[in-house]
C-alpha cells in the first residue's frame, strides 16, 4: 500500500550493514520513492539511488498543478 511504501526508509539508517542489503535488492523488495503535493522532488531524487517514483497528487480540480 501506497502508506508503507517509505517504511524501508527507516531501515536504511539502522547501520551500514542493512542500508547495504536494501539497496542490493531494490526490485525484490519492491522499493519506490514516493512524490506527494509537498516533497521536495529535486532534493529527493538527489540523495536516493535510482528507484521507481510513485505520485499521489490530491490536486483541487480547476486549479493548476504547482510548478516543478
Known sequence: PINDMWEW???TH???RWRYLIFA??????LRLLCTNGTPVRRTLDCWPALPISIQYGGV????????
Open 9 to 11: 526508509h527507516r531501515l
Open 14 to 16: 539502522v547501520c551500514r
Open 25 to 30: 535488492s531494490p526490485h525484490r523488495l519492491d
Open 61 to 68: 480540480v480547476g486549479r493548476p498543478p504547482p510548478a516543478l
